[in-house]
Every structure is written in structure tokens, then in C-alpha cells.
């Protein structure tokens, strides 16, 4: 099965009573989420640097979504992929350094140890 066919086969099962209905046939379905994989496919660039750098309408539009809704519960956005999507435009505009200052230097050591020993403590308040 191709990464497309994948893709679809998917999004038709999260969608599934939303589809239900819509007017549109399996062709024009296909077609939409078509369009929807091939420019998820290609995010505009973001190449995370230590300073912040500014951002622009196109990054905005793909990576941040139009509405902030807590549909999950408990979890900001409809999936997790959209939440890190945020999350990557937020650390690309304001820098990796800033973004280490906001988390305890022990949690990111700790961090750090458990990628190598493969495990990973408790969690710790910020």
C-alpha cells in the first residue's frame, strides 16, 4: 500500500461520521485529501537556530491552526501533530536558547541521562 493510500485509508476512518455527511463522492474525496497529503508533504521551511528568527504569513498559515480549541481532553488541538506543529513555529520565532531557559537545567540533564540508559524519570513542575 503506498504512503498516500496509507494517508487516506486514515483520514477516511477519523472522518468517518463527518463524512457521512458531506455531498461529495469517493473521487472528490480522494482528490481533497490528495491535495491535503502533497502540502502536507511539503511544509514550508523552519531550521531551528539558537536566537529566535521571524516568521512569515506562509509558515503562520501551515503551521499554527486558525482556531486554539481544547476538543481533547485535557489537550490543546485535535491531535498531536498539530500541537508540535505549533509548538516548532513557537521554538523557530523565539530561539532554541530561550526555549531551554523556560525548562529546569536538572529535568533537561535528566533528560539527557535517560536517552542514554534508555529510560526517563518522573516529571518535574516548571
Known amino acids: 500500500m503506498s504512503e498516500f493510500e496509507e494517508y487516506i485509508k486514515k483520514k477516511l476512518e477519523e472522518n468517518k461520521e463527518m463524512i457521512e455527511q458531506l455531498p461529495y463522492s469517493s473521487d472528490q474525496l480522494r482528490e481533497i485529501y490528495r491535495q491535503e497529503y502533497e502540502y502536507k508533504k511539503n511544509p514550508p521551511a523552519l531550521e531551528l537556530n539558537p536566537e529566535g528568527q521571524a516568521i512569515n504569513r ?23 501533530e498539530e500541537l508540535l506543529n505549533a509548538l516548532k513555529l513557537i521554538i523557530f520565532n ?23 540508559t534508555n529510560s526517563f524519570g518522573d516529571n518535574q513542575k516548571i
Open 58 to 80: 506562509e509558515q503562520v498559515e501551515f503551521y499554527l491552526p486558525e482556531k486554539w480549541e481544547m476538543p481533547r481532553e485535557g489537550k490543546l488541538l485535535y491531535d498531536d
Open 94 to 116: 523565539i530561539g532554541v536558547k530561550k526555549t531551554f531557559d523556560v525548562i529546569p537545567q536538572d529535568f533537561i540533564k535528566q533528560y539527557l541521562n535517560g536517552i542514554n
